[in-house]
């Protein structure tokens, strides 16, 4: 046997007394030196810590090749780990090793002083490292002083490496959690991150994501980002940027992104470049009530750097700020304010140190990452750049799905539901939504339960809308952690939900009172107020709702996600409004702010709501209608006192609100589709029926709709038996997907505007069917800037050839060549109705100009009066002149 497997062999036993405690980085390290393959990397981080080290070390000891890499992994480790195992490193592994090994790391467990003086009562504070034993190897092309640092760093590093290598799971009280569900390296699913084109919307941030990724990844393939490039170097310029803005909604990945940056840097793996990360909460810096420098701030937070701050800060270039959740900052940010001359000893409130660090007027040499919602205001000039998380690609879902079961033939189950259903596949490129569905999912597609459907799975169906994903979710956190084995899989679900009605009514009070004013942090004494009890959190289904925020001598708690508030506060109406009457004042109130008069109904009382809040209760009224028509059927028993006065009215009462409010009120975009889309989760055909012939017009231009956004478009207009005078969904994106889901109603449309949806050939096809329909009554199409293509025109060209109602078509910009004119002269010369077409900015050479000119010479006086192409010259500014022949007005550039 060779040395270094004898070595190996003979020291086996005190190499995993010393790495068992943290196995992370010597794992991941032997996998990246390919000792370890990625499924055996992966394998052993299911296993427990000295089980995963032993059998490493019995792969590792199989060759002298392995035994040797394994040496060379624990001289690049040795800082994580003790200072026994840095002599024994010293020892036997020489080359490239320090002759002088740095001072034992030794912390002790102190109370902070001083440090609660920063914050506003007595139970406030941050949650600082314990005692750390491992140290971290730092390798910098900055200039900093390494000897004076690499203890504090290495402490830095173990601390986060520890803090981030685990998934934070709701689904299980505390301690609970297994490592083989929740480890980084095995959980973490990359997501969709680019640059971000700062296109301003005010429709809510939830539906904004599948249209805008079909639009990128036709334009903007290239520029998709991995969270570790967001400081690379960009630009002709090749200079990295200093500040970064990456936003995203709520659920959409941006902290776990951040997580993971986090913990490559702390495993050594990646941003080498940076001495220091410091990551900063601003759900945790709400606390801080008293002025404070940066380096209070950050001597307190990280207490193992305290002494180090100084000379750190004598190199800012190396330093990166990570701020993460500026959407959960409850103070003011002034933008607007002169530049103070502050440095990091200067005391300022906290929200000024924030403007001044993000602005670069408090060390302008160091970089600052920063991620928020979209509806919060973060000047972009402030940033070099600014990216946009769009979360998961489909391989994402399938590879998160695959993941997210333990059954291989379950995660296919799911998955394929999943694509089959247009609300659940748009839905799950959001982590967060995926994560739900895959819960809420589990009971329908387990192994136990192969017939989706069965009447014991639940006494529910697999869910289809948003409303019934939540709802399932809820439901089967109640059945398996209220009930706790005091219940069977059949036990009926109003039995279910009666047991858990007192903490559901008080939970979803909490969720919707707060919900009204933004508030989404909540004290003790906030659940006390509500008596909602922090010590149910790890025994009941709360687990999985409400997650606690604790810090050293702080404890706040919100709910695991906003979403998850937003349909726990419209459950507890769902259950609390109990005539027509209230339903309607609620519904002014939620949609457009009209205060309601006197109500005995719980939601109306005492409700304070500022007009510019509207907008966040989108979401909320949405399930609203979801949580009403369960309510309705009957799903809700158990919670309800009593039934709804005129029950069976209701969806007739609110088919005339809606009605009213398409035809009188002049409504916003926003509004209009928000409408649109609590119709479809009502999905009672009463209401449908009366709401939807009173829509004449529908503009959603700029909307960028989703295929959610397009199937509620389609569910309403499909109970119109008029013609819709005009749909005007220009520069949606809404993609081949959403045209084929509004496909059945198109033909209905008298004016039809299609311009820049990311269409191709196939939507072309899906159009032309439209045209060649005895039910037609398009007048006028627009689809400019769309890539149809030569083959995708020739199949509009044989649409129109016996087509009576088109008179106007719009085909600018939409990949025309020579070949895409070949049957346009027989095809349009037959068309009788057709008076104007233009083809501008196509490259149709001088060929196709010519057949345009024999198709205006075959209809002098047929009523086609204009035809208008330009082309790709156009675009170079030459122009040439125009010409008017007959009827026939015709302008183009050579």
Not at 619 to 643: I, K
Not at 685 to 702: D, G, H, M, Q, R
Not at 747 to 769: F, K, T, V, W
């Amino acid at each position: 046997m060779s040395s270094a497997q004898q070595l190996l062999r003979s020291q086996r036993d005190l190499l995993l007394s010393w790495t068992l405690d943290h196995p992370a980085p010597l794992l991941r390290w032997l996998r990246d030196a390919e000792v370890l393959s990625p499924a055996h990397y992966l394998s052993l981080l299911e296993r427990s810590p000295s089980n995963a080290v032993a059998q490493a070390m019995e792969m590792v000891c199989a060759t002298e090749e392995s035994s040797q890499k394994f040496l060379q992994v624990l001289r690049e480790v040795q800082d994580y780990y003790c200072r026994d195992l840095q002599l024994w490193v010293e020892r036997h592994c020489r080359d490239g090793v320090s002759k002088t090994a740095p001072e034992p790391l030794t912390f002790e467990e102190k109370k902070p002083k001083g440090f609660t003086k920063l914050f506003k009562g007595k139970s406030k504070g941050f949650t600082l490292a314990t005692e750390s034993k491992a140290k971290e190897q730092l390798k910098l092309s900055r200039s900093v002083k390494l000897p004076n640092l690499r203890v504090p760093i290495s402490a830095h590093k173990t601390t986060l490496l520890k803090r981030t290598e685990q998934f934070k799971c709701y689904s299980e009280g505390a301690g609970e959690t297994s490592n083989s569900a929740s480890h980084i390296e095995i959980r973490y699913t990359d997501l969709f991150v680019t640059e971000d084109d700062d296109f301003v919307d005010n429709q809510h941030e939830y539906f904004d994501l599948a249209s805008r990724r079909a639009r990128i990844y036709v334009h903007q393939a290239c520029q998709r980002i991995r969270p570790c490039q967001l400081l690379d170097p960009q630009g002709t310029s090749g200079r990295p940027p200093k500040r970064v803005k990456v936003k995203g909604i709520a659920g959409i990945g941006k902290s776990v992104a951040v997580q993971r940056l986090v913990y490559e840097w702390a495993i050594g793996k990646n941003m080498r470049d940076f001495t220091c990360i410091f990551d900063l909460r601003f759900r945790e810096l709400n606390l801080i009530e008293a002025p404070l420098s940066l380096q209070e701030l950050l001597g307190e937070r990280f207490r193992y750097l305290k002494d180090a701050l100084p000379e750190l800060f004598t190199s800012p270039g190396s330093l990166l700020f990570i701020l993460d959740g500026l959407d959960e900052f409850k103070f003011n940010l002034d933008w607007n304010s002169p530049d103070k001359n502050i440095d990091f000893r200067s005391k300022v409130p906290v929200s000024e140190l924030i403007v001044a660090l993000i602005k670069g007027s408090l060390l302008p040499e160091a970089s600052v990452i920063l991620t928020t919602r979209p509806s919060t205001k973060a000047p972009k000039h402030f940033f070099q750049r600014c990216c946009v998380v769009l979360g998961f690609e489909e391989d994402q879902v399938k590879e998160y799905t695959t993941k997210f079961y333990k059954d291989g033939k379950v995660a296919k189950q799911v998955y394929d539901y999943i694509l089959n259903n247009d609300s659940l596949f748009v839905l799950s490129f959001i982590p967060l939504y995926c994560y739900i569905i895959c819960t809420a999912m589990a009971e329908f597609f387990s192994s136990e339960n192969p017939d989706v459907g069965d009447s014991k799975s639940l006494d529910l169906n697999p869910p289809r809308t948003v409303s019934e994903v939540y709802f399932c979710y809820l439901f089967t956190a109640v059945k398996h952690h209220a009930l706790r084995g005091s219940a069977e899989r059949s036990t009926p679900r109003s039995e279910v939900l009666s047991l858990a009605k007192q903490q559901l009514t008080k939970l979803g009070k909490l969720a919707y009172e707060n919900l009204l004013q933004k508030k989404i942090m909540f004290s003790r004494a906030d659940l006390e107020k509500y008596d909602v009890k922090p010590a149910d959190l790890q025994s009941t289904f709360l687990c999985q709702i409400l997650q606690p925020l604790k810090e050293e001598t702080v404890e706040m708690f919100s709910f695991f996600h906003l979403t998850v508030q937003e349909h726990l506060a419209s459950l507890y109406c769902a259950i609390n409004l109990f005539s027509q009457e209230d339903l309607i004042q609620a519904l002014d109130f939620w949609c457009f702010g009209l205060c309601p008069p006197s109500s005995t109904a719980a939601p109306l009382k005492n409700t304070d709501l500022n007009i510019d809040k509207l907008e966040s209760l989108q979401m909320f009224t949405r399930f609203f209608f979801g949580m009403l028509r369960a309510r309705l059927a009957g799903q809700l028993d158990g919670l309800v006192v009593s039934p709804m006065e005129q029950g069976d009215g209701i969806p007739t009462r609110l088919g005339v609100w809606f009605q009213e409010q398409f035809k009188d009120r002049k409504l916003k975009n926003q509004a209009s589709l928000n409408l649109l889309h609590c119709l479809m989760e009502f999905h009672t055909k009463e209401a449908t029926s009366l709401a939807a012939p009173a829509i004449k017009k529908l503009y959603l231009f700029k909307m960028k709709l989703s295929v959610v956004d397009c199937a509620a478009i389609h569910y309403v207009l499909q109970f119109s038996p008029h013609k819709l005078q005009e749909l005007n969904l220009g520069y949606s994106n809404i993609g081949n997907r959403g045209l084929k889901r509004l496909w059945p109603i198109l033909h209905r449309c008298e004016s039809l505007y299609l311009r820049y949806n990311c269409l191709d050939r196939q939507a072309a096809i899906l159009e032309s069917a439209v045209l060649k329909s005895n039910e037609c009554q398009v007048k006028k199409l627009f689809m400019c800037g769309n890539n149809l293509g030569p083959d995708g025109v020739l199949e509009l060209w044989n649409a129109l050839e016996y087509n009576t109602t088109v008179e106007e078509l719009y085909l600018d910009i939409t990949g025309i060549t020579e070949r895409g004119t070949e049957n346009i002269v027989n095809c349009l010369g037959k068309n009788k109705s057709l008076r104007t077409l233009t083809i501008v900015g196509n490259d149709i050479g001088e060929v196709g100009r010519t057949r345009l000119r024999e198709l205006e010479k075959c209809r002098p006086d047929s009523g086609l009066s204009q035809i208008l192409w330009m082309t790709w010259d156009y675009f170079r500014h030459t122009w040439t002149g125009w010409r008017r022949s007959g009827k026939t007005e015709i302008r183009w550039i050579q």
